[in-house]
């Protein structure tokens, strides 16, 4: 009888001690004691705003950002808000002050996370790594840069984070931020010597299970800045220890919703926003009342359509005498001047200007047109986002009758300059780019003579051509 007894305390006991350490779900949502779960979590997501911190040229600022984030956030659900790369560089106000009034702005808004993009390495990554360097005198993001795959000789960068957690309606929300494979091609190479950009696909799947196993994370989201299906589908196949629960992109501009079915059946939300925020995304995931993750759909808005917040108005305000220098008159076109005819005009400025016999640029360094009536210094910033320096090297005959030949699809170059007119054993003096010079494509041209780097900028070079040649 007495064994019976104490078979049965033993039992008892054990009950007790599994209740203590394994809690089953709440029925009713109630996370074990922890906050009361909801029945959805919402992601709000931008990318590719190359700068437009207010509204110009018909493109919406962030005061329409922060005005749609307002109306969404007034029906009282918290949205986790990341900004997936390219967001600084593209603008007069923001080039001028290498992207602190956007970091400002996205901290006004309470951003959860930033992705590294491509073109944050236009002036140099070291202008936005101050931002995350603890030191609030030159300006301080209130949120991670996330870079899981960039390295600097074989290390990470130590002001990045690989991913975040963040705590939403009750849920854990792991976020892996990673920069497309191999896009430092599409930046000047001295802005990424040492650098490299690794096959994101394995890393997303390391931390997606770590963020399940370790951190329980009860949802996974891959941000990505770049577009690419090798990536989505990779990444939507994972086993069932890292799953990813939606993938947010960038790079392309464009708008796109679709989606991949997961090996579970779930449908993984992909989306991207157009540059310049003239898109903006949500994702809403819905869960079942035990916490389990059923689906998710996602959507675009337009900022313009919304009222602009006073905070944001407030900062860009603060900034009124920069702008103010931004709209400065430089010139007068009575056409349109569209990319090709823009590039024959900046080749030709510099030309004219360092007297050499031929200049180049290349097509993707030229950005937008400028409509006919008065330029201003902003529309050469938007027409020339990127500080490219100008170089003068000289080539042999040779030489640029190859580089002609072999790129001439690639490159802007003086309407005046005659090809067949190249004698193989002259030496010829051109005027080129820092993008040009450094480039692999092109850099096998230029090893024979030493370059002069000059000091000036082709944007520069090409608001004093305005000033001289379209005057008001």
């Known amino acids: 009888m007495r064994k019976k007894f104490l078979v049965v305390i033993l039992l008892l006991l054990l009950v007790f001690l599994s209740a203590c350490v394994i809690s089953p ?94 073109h944050e390495f236009d002036w140099g990554i070291d202008k936005i790594a101050v931002y995350k360097d603890g030191n609030p005198e030159n300006g301080e993001a209130d949120f991670p840069f996330l870079a899981a795959n960039i390295r600097y000789k074989g290390e990470k960068l130590p002001w990045t984070d690989d991913y975040l957690i963040v705590e939403s309606e009750g849920y854990k929300v792991g976020i892996i931020g990673v920069i497309g494979y191999g896009l430092e091609s599409s930046i000047a190479a001295d802005k990424v010597e040492g650098y490299e950009f690794l096959d994101p696909v394995p890393i997303v799947e390391n931390l997606a299970l770590k963020l ?80 389990k993750l059923l689906s998710a759909k996602a959507r675009h808005y337009y900022p313009d359509r919304y009222q602009a917040d006073s905070k944001v108005l407030a900062l860009i305000e603060s900034y009124a005498a920069d702008i103010a220098a931004g709209e400065r008159i430089i010139g007068y076109t009575v056409e349109k001047l569209y990319r090709d005819r823009l590039g024959l005009e900046i080749t030709k400025a510099m030309k004219n200007k360092y ?27 938007q027409v020339f986002p990127f500080d490219n320096a100008v170089i ?59 370059p002069e780097f000059t000091s000036n900028l082709m944007r520069d070079v090409f608001i004093e051509y305005l000033e001289e040649y379209y005057p008001l």
Request: net charge negative; aromatic share 14%.
């Open 25 to 118: 779900p709440d029925p009713n949502g109630n996370n074990n004691g922890g906050p009361p779960r909801a029945e959805a979590v919402y992601l709000f997501a931008i990318n590719d705003t190359h700068g437009a911190f207010y509204s110009e040229n018909n493109y919406p600022g962030l005061e329409n950002i922060a005005g749609l984030l307002g109306m969404l956030e007034a029906k009282g659900d918290k949205y986790i808000k990341i900004a997936v790369g390219d967001v600084f560089q593209g603008s007069y106000i923001s080039n001028i002050h290498h992207g602190l009034p956007m970091v400002k702005a996205l901290n006004l808004m309470e951003f959860d996370a930033f992705v590294i993009g491509n």
């Open 212 to 291: 399940r196993s370790e951190h329980l994370c009860d949802l996974v989201i891959a941000a990505t800045h770049n577009y690419s299906s090798y990536f989505n589908l990779n990444v939507t196949n994972f086993s069932e220890a890292s799953l990813v629960d939606a993938i947010v992109c960038a790079h392309t501009h464009q708008r796109i919703n679709e989606s991949e079915i997961r090996l579970d059946g779930y449908e993984v939300p992909i989306i991207q926003s157009n540059d310049k925020n003239q898109t903006a995304g949500e994702i809403i995931f819905k869960f079942n009342k035990s916490g």
């Open 355 to 381: 007297q050499v016999d031929v200049a180049f640029i290349n097509t993707g360094g030229v950005r937008e047109t400028l409509s006919p009536g008065p330029i201003t210094v902003k529309d050469v910033y």
């Open 392 to 450: 003068l090297t000289d080539i042999s005959g040779s030489q640029l009758r190859s580089l002609y030949y072999n790129q001439r699809s690639y490159l802007y170059y003086n309407d005046d300059f005659d090809f067949d007119a190249i004698e193989s054993d002259t030496i010829y003096r051109i005027a080129i780019i820092d993008y040009i010079y450094y480039r692999s494509y092109y850099t096998m041209y230029f090893e024979e003579y030493e």
